[in-house]
Each structure stands twice: as structure tokens, then as C-alpha cells.
């Protein structure tokens, strides 16, 4: 069983930062993209950064140039650091992974998201 536990999320000041980690557990093969998802509150779940295997990136229009996504693969984790933080980036957030494991065919799985709260 594969399990991805996200950390760093907490109530931050609008222009301020965090640091949110997901590491990846269990009987793990190789792991492919590495994804941070967020759901504000009464909207879809949204992509907001993916990192590949050789280290591409892409984010959301609504975070370029904010937020930077990292992955350190002996560790089985990725980051995101988010700067400038502002109120409409409140919401839980996901980290998902493609992921093959032993005895698993190749899924991708979900952390169990952490809140980030932006607000005065």
C-alpha cells in the first residue's frame, strides 16, 4: 500500500510563505509526476503545479511566478514553496503522485491534504 502524507500547512499573513512537503511511502518501484492539487471551499479541485521524473514543472496561471515545486526522489518527496501568499490562495491542498509499486499496477494516489489559510 502506497501512502502520501502532506505537512507545512497552517495560517499564514497575506504576502507571507509556507513550505508544504507530501512524502511518499511504502513498496515503491518508481514514481512519476509528482502533483499539488488545492479545493477552496465551494469550488473544484484544481491543478496548481506538477513536477515530472527529470524535473519539468508547470503551474497554474494563478501561481507563476509564486510558488515553486521540487521533488527529491531518494526521499520520495516533493514541495511546494508559496510566496506571496494572498487570500485567494486559501484552501486545502493535495499533493498526488503517479506511482508503481510492488504488486500494484501503476495508480495514482492522494495525500489526505493539510489547510492553508491566508488572511489578516
Known amino acids: 500500500q502506497v501512502q502520501l502524507v502532506e505537512s507545512g500547512g497552517g495560517l499564514v499573513q497575506p504576502g507571507g510563505s509556507l513550505r508544504l512537503s507530501c512524502t511518499a511511502s511504502?513498496?515503491?518501484?518508481?514514481?512519476?509526476?509528482m502533483d499539488w492539487y488545492r479545493q477552496a471551499a465551494g469550488k473544484q479541485r484544481e491543478l496548481v503545479a506538477r513536477?515530472?521524473?527529470?524535473?519539468?514543472?508547470t503551474y497554474a496561471d494563478s501561481v507563476k511566478g509564486r510558488f515553486t515545486i521540487s521533488r527529491d526522489n531518494a526521499k520520495n518527496t516533493v514541495y511546494v514553496q508559496m510566496n506571496s501568499l494572498k487570500p485567494e490562495d486559501t484552501a486545502v491542498y493535495y499533493c498526488?503522485?503517479?506511482?508503481?509499486?510492488?504488486?500494484?499496477?501503476?495508480?495514482?494516489?492522494w495525500g489526505q491534504g493539510t489547510q492553508v489559510t491566508v488572511s489578516s
Open positions: 498526488n503522485a503517479d506511482v508503481r509499486a510492488v504488486g500494484r499496477p501503476r495508480s495514482s494516489y
Open positions: 511504502g513498496y515503491i518501484i518508481n514514481i512519476y509526476d
Open positions: 513536477i515530472t521524473t527529470s524535473g519539468s514543472t
